[in-house]
Structures are given as structure tokens and as C-alpha cells.
């Protein structure tokens, strides 16, 4: 590597002048101190010269690095003579100080000069600087110093940037970082907003931990005082808004805001992750296609970036998403131009801030654990950027996405209250599971998957697959512990559900590619119980039905007979089922509902070669009962051992998926047929 020197002045020197040593009853004088190595990979190469101004010899200690005896140099000076080197190019790095005193009596001075060695390269430089800034600000504000690990893991993310680049891009960013409230609540670049954040309701014993910062979807929101009119230059042109949710909140049903400024709907600048199931990037106008972008893209974790300016080609407005398991890519992108104007009004975060207030419906109770306000990101640029944000995370040992999915869903069932012992057989299966849903190219099309693990009750409505738009975990209704067992959850028939909080209409692009799967590993009534089921009317509806009055039925969007609506006579049945549709599910098959146990194996149940009607429902699908625009009904009786909404699976597909959970419940010890 090379280097560079620059030469400087003492760090206890003002403007070169000479420093006055205190006499050893007297505190230590500091004549250097080097900036960390952590900091700055910089090492001071120090010249010191020392005066005795007396009228009879003294004694000057100088002490390198610290005040022990070891490390004392003394020096005896003769009166009014010439100045004496004492430090020759000596070397100092990581943080340490240069000290000295005089023993007993004596008028003694220091002066010199430190040679700065420095890697080549001012991304180095700006870095550190910029990462030490930020230590001493924490402490200012009345933090106590960051650790070391999250003061290099600044240092590598701020170096990253710049390397790429997108440094320059930045205007405010706050890394959420765990160390403690007031470190979280430090802005790592202020971007013309508060040094400290404006706290409201949050504590850092209960709110803050190594996932970020979590609201409460109560009361709990920050002013950053970033203003959009200061941090984009009143610009029309460039502006961008990033987040990173590595965990969201089942009471986020609503309309709950992540992050936004409108001055009274005149103009808004907001990213929002799932607003009502829909993400919006907005900057200076909800007009969509003048300022607006959005996508269906409910219960959304991971990064997410919006974006405005002259982008990739003749895009101006891009909504960027990445996790490990979805590849960075655009959720949404547009060409209109802005119609708004900027506004001076601050940002706020867990909540909208509407003229100065904050908007009492939509706080949000989802963790954050990365905040950035920017210029407009190319997709490249923010692909980088996702990637730096990932490893910044990863090095401060939360708050991200794991790209193990196993260790992704216990995370998840930590936060959602399980204790910590789910058990190592469970993670083996569930690891062999998502190994072959992978090699038989079946994850690609799954939404939710729910395995119901018998570990404890929280785990088991945790959902070990949830990308793609269902609450986490499922919303439990007078389910308790007593009814899961190693075979699965049993309904009671009178009160007991589950609410997915997977709502179609968002979920799915269309009514051509959908698919419903449960195993049922006990059943001993044939009477009237809903499944899986979701409708707003007959001709809006999503459902399976096992055995409902002795019949299945697949309804995929309609319950009309031939279009939309499967069904067959089967009597009490107990395995698995997986009702499909797909523009070709095998030799010209729109529509099939295939069964499989162990008695009969996998195969094709009911089959039709005609398309549906009706249209994706808009309520949430309920497991153990229907939905019946927003109502539970018909509940069931039955246990379950497995759920799973995908889209449309071909008859080897299902084999596949069948073989696989058969496999998986094998290895729990119980919930299969």
C-alpha cells in the first residue's frame, strides 16, 4: 500500500505555539493525541523539542502512551539553553496520548511538529473522519463512547460508499446503531437536520436492541429534523429515501407510516412500507406518475429504497427491494416528472408528520434499524448500497434478514414471544425442507408457508415462509397451547381460528396463478367446516375445502359451478390437498385439486380443462374457518399439521411439494397421514 505524509501541528498546540507543562503535583499535560487506529489506520510520527526557561536545571518527564513506568522518559534540561529534542520521529497510532510533567521545580515548554503517515487514497480519510466525528458528537450529546466493533463496522460501511462513489449522494444517515439510545439516535451524517433526533416516548431499555429501534404503533415516533427543502437544495431533480425493516409488526394491519412530511396534502415526501398492503414512494406530490409510485407489496420486510431523478434510461421514479431471498430489483418505477414543490417541514420516522404533528393513525410498531436520505439512486447504486447496509447490519449482529432461512424464522419466532429452545431437530427438518423445496424449484412460487412445528405455540403460528403478504405471525383467535400437539393444531368447531392476513387481491397479480395447500392429519366430522378460505361474495372467493358436507371444493375466485369451482364427493378425508390453477398445470389442466397420504400416494383428485371467473378476493384468508367478508364462520373441528399459499403448482409440482412435507412431518414425529 502507499502512503502519504502531511505534516501538522501538536494536538495541544494552538496554531504552533509552545505548550506549557504542568509540574508533577499537577495533572499531566497532554501534548499529542493520535486519532485511532479504528478510526484512522494513520500512524504519527512525532518531533518534540522541550525549553527549560528557569534559572537552574530541571527535570521534564515525557510519558508515551500512558502513565505507567514504562512509559517515563525523563530528561534532564540545563537553564536557558537551547531547545532539547526529546522525541525523534517517534511513532504513535491507535488513539494513544503524548504526556508530560516536570519533577519538582521548573519553567518548561514544548514544541514540534507531527509527521501524519496516511494510507494513499481520501476515501480513507473522509471515512475515518467522518466515523470520528460521529464518536465525539454521540458523546456530546451524553452517550457514552460507541464500541469499538460498531466504530469499525462505520468505518467499513462509510468506506464502502465511498469507494462506490455513492458517498456523495448521502445527505443524512442514521445507522440505528445498538450501543444506546442516544448513539441510535446520532445521525452518522446530519443532512440539515437535528445532531440528536427528537425522542418521543422511546426508551432505549425496551425499544432499542441489536435489530434497531422498534415502535409501538401507539405513540412512539422521532423528529429528524430533516427537511426535504434543505436536503434536496428546494432541488426538483434528485432525491431518494431509504429504509431497512428487518422485522414488522402484526399490528400493522393498517395504515401505518414509516416515514414521512406532508404539509397538508399540497406536497408529501414519504416511503412507506407497507401502506394498507401497499408500498408508496412519494416525493412532492401523491399524484401518481407526477411524483407518485407504489406496488401491492403488503407485510414488506428487508431494503427498500425510493427514488427520484434522471435514473436508468427514461425512468425518473423507482422503488428499489432487496433481501437474501429476493433479488435486488425494482418493486415500481415510473417517468413522470414531479408535479409538487418542497417543503421545509421535517421528516418524521414511526409516524407521518402532518404540519408539524404527528398523525395520530399511523404510527408504526414495524423495527428499523437503518434510515438514509439521498439523491436519486441508479439501480446499481442502490444495489451497492443495499449490499454495504447488509454487511453494516451483519457486523453489528442484527437487525437484518439472515440469509439462512432457518435461522431467518427463528428470529422471527423470538420476536413473536416463542422462548429461545426451539428445539435443533426442528431446524434440521425445516433446513432439509427448504433444501428440497430449492432443488425441486419450488420456493420460487411460494407465498406463505406454515408448517405448524409442535415446539410451542408461537413458533407454530410463526410462518417459515412469509415474503410475499401475510401477517407474522398468523393472528390467533382462542387457539392455547393444549390444542397443539406433534400432529398438529386442532380447531374446536365453535370459536378457534386463524387469521393469515394474506389478502389475495394484493397478494397475486391475477386470477391465473394461485394455489392453496393443507394437510389434514385428523378428521372425524364431514359436516360443514371451512378450510382455507377467503370471500367477499360468490363471485370473489379463494378457498379450499377439505371435506365440507362430505364434498371438496376448490374455488379459485368464484364458487360458480365450471367457472371457478372444482369439487368432487369424498367423504371424511384426512392427508394432503392442494387446490391449483395456472394457465397449464399439464396436458391443456387449468384447475385440479391433488391428494396424497401414505395409503394412496400422490395423485390428481378433481381436474377441468375450464378457466375460472370471478376476482381475487379483498379480505384476509382465514385458516379453521371462512371469512365471509370480514366475519368468521363454519369453523372446524379438524387438526392440521400444515399450510401453504403459492401459486398455481403443475401435477409434479405437487408430488414434489407432497413428498416434501410428508418428509418434513415425518421428522417432527407426528402430523402426518
Not at 517517534?90 to 494513544?96: E, R, Y
Not at 407521518?352 to 428499523?368: C, E, K, V
Not at 409434479?652 to 407432497?658: E, I, L, P
Amino acid at each position: 500500500m502507499a502512503f502519504t505524509y502531511s505534516k501538522d501541528f501538536l494536538s495541544a498546540s494552538t496554531n504552533g505555539k509552545q505548550i506549557s507543562i504542568n509540574l508533577s503535583t499537577q495533572p499531566l499535560t497532554t501534548i499529542h493525541t493520535q486519532p485511532a487506529a479504528f478510526i484512522s489506520s494513520s500512524i504519527d510520527e512525532i518531533y518534540l523539542y522541550a525549553t527549560n526557561n528557569s534559572t537552574s536545571s530541571a527535570t521534564f518527564n515525557l510519558l508515551w502512551g500512558g502513565s505507567s513506568s514504562a512509559d517515563i522518559i525523563s530528561y534532564t534540561l540545563p537553564a536557558q539553553q537551547t531547545r532539547f529534542m526529546v522525541a525523534d520521529g517517534k511513532l504513535i497510532t491507535n488513539g494513544l496520548s503524548v504526556y508530560g510533567n516536570v519533577s519538582g521545580s521548573g519553567t518548561v515548554v514544548v514544541d514540534g511538529f507531527v509527521n501524519r503517515i496516511s494510507p494513499t487514497g481520501s476515501n480513507v480519510a473522509v471515512a475515518d473522519t467522518i466515523v470520528n466525528l460521529w464518536v465525539n458528537r454521540v458523546v456530546y450529546n451524553g452517550g457514552a463512547t460507541p464500541s469499538l466493533n460498531t466504530q469499525q463496522s462505520l468505518t467499513a460501511f462509510v468506506r464502502t460508499l465511498a469507494n462506490n462513489n455513492i458517498l456523495q449522494k448521502m445527505g443524512m444517515i442514521n445507522c440505528m446503531v445498538p450501543d444506546s439510545l442516544t448513539a441510535c439516535l446520532t445521525p452518522l451524517l446530519r443532512g440539515g437536520g437535528y445532531d440528536i433526533w427528537k425522542n418521543f416516548a422511546f426508551t432505549g431499555s425496551s425499544d432499542l436492541s441489536v435489530n434497531g429501534l422498534k415502535g409501538n404503533g401507539i405513540n412512539k415516533y422521532i423528529d429528524t429534523g430533516v427537511g426535504p427543502y434543505a436536503s434536496f437544495e428546494n432541488s426538483a431533480s434528485s432525491a431518494g429515501l431509504t429504509l431497512y425493516i428487518p422485522f414488522i409488526s402484526s399490528s400493522n394491519v393498517g395504515a401505518a407510516e414509516d416515514f414521512l412530511v406532508n404539509n397538508g396534502n399540497t406536497t408529501q415526501v414519504a416511503l412507506l412500507p407497507g401502506f394498507s398492503g401497499v408500498t408508496y414512494f412519494d416525493f412532492y406530490s401523491v399524484t401518481p406518475g407526477a411524483g407518485r409510485v407504489s406496488a401491492n407489496n403488503p407485510y414488506y420486510r428487508g431494503y427498500l429504497s425510493g427514488n427520484y431523478g434522471n435514473l436508468d434510461g427514461a425512468v425518473k421514479q423507482a422503488i428499489y427491494v432487496a433481501t437474501p431471498y429476493v433479488t435486488h430489483s425494482y418493486l415500481a418505477s415510473g417517468s413522470g416528472v414531479t408535479s409538487g414543490a418542497a417543503t421545509s417541514i421535517p421528516l418524521y420516522l414511526f409516524t407521518g408528520n402532518l404540519n408539524n404533528a404527528p398523525i395520530a393513525s399511523a404510527y408504526s410498531a414495524d423495527y428499523i434499524s437503518f434510515v438514509a436520505v439521498h439523491n436519486g439512486l441508479l439501480l446499481s447504486e442502490s444495489n451497492i448500497f443495499y449490499n454495504a447496509i447488509q454487511s453494516l447490519r451483519q457486523s453489528l449482529g442484527g437487525g437484518f434478514i439472515d440469509p439462512n432461512p432457518v435461522n431467518d424464522w427463528v428470529n422471527r419466532a423470538v420476536i413473536n414471544g416463542s422462548p429461545n429452545n426451539i428445539s435443533a431437530s426442528t431446524q434440521t427438518a425445516l433446513t432439509t425442507f427448504y433444501n428440497t423445496l430449492v432443488s425441486s424449484s419450488l420456493i420460487g412460487k411460494m407465498k406463505v408457508i406454515m408448517p405448524m412445528v409442535p415446539d410451542n405455540l408461537t413458533a407454530s403460528l410463526t410462518p417459515f415462509w412469509n415474503f410475499h403478504g401475510g401477517q407474522d405471525p398468523w393472528i390467533n383467535h382462542a387457539f392455547s397451547g393444549s390444542d397443539l400437539t406433534i400432529n398438529g393444531l386442532a380447531g374446536n368447531g365453535s370459536n378457534k381460528y386463524l387469521d393469515t392476513g394474506l389478502t389475495p387481491s394484493l397478494t397475486f397479480t391475477g386470477v391465473v396463478d394461485l394455489g392453496l395447500t393443507i394437510y389434514v392429519s385428523a378428521n372425524a366430522n364431514s359436516g360443514s367446516e371451512s378450510d382455507l378460505n377467503g370471500l367477499n361474495s360468490a363471485a370473489q372467493a379463494l378457498s379450499l375445502y377439505a371435506s365440507f358436507g362430505g364434498t371438496t371444493f376448490s374455488d379459485m375466485c368464484s364458487q360458480t359451478g365450471g367457472s371457478g369451482r372444482i369439487s368432487s364427493s369424498v367423504g371424511t378425508f384426512s392427508g394432503y390437498m392442494s387446490g391449483n390453477h395456472g394457465s397449464n398445470l399439464g396436458g391443456g389442466i387449468l384447475h385440479a385439486v391433488y391428494t396424497g397420504s401414505s395409503a394412496l400416494g400422490h395423485g390428481t383428485f378433481i381436474s377441468s380443462t375450464t378457466d375460472q371467473g370471478g376476482t381475487l378476493p379483498t379480505v384476509n384468508l382465514y385458516g379453521y374457518a371462512q371469512n365471509n367478508a370480514g366475519s368468521a364462520i363454519q369453523f372446524s373441528t379438524k387438526r392440521y399439521s400444515f399450510f401453504a399459499i403459492h401459486q398455481g403448482l403443475t401435477t409434479s409440482d405437487s408430488a414434489n411439494f407432497y413428498n416434501a412435507i410428508q418428509a418434513l412431518r415425518t421428522s417432527f414425529g407426528g402430523g402426518f397421514v
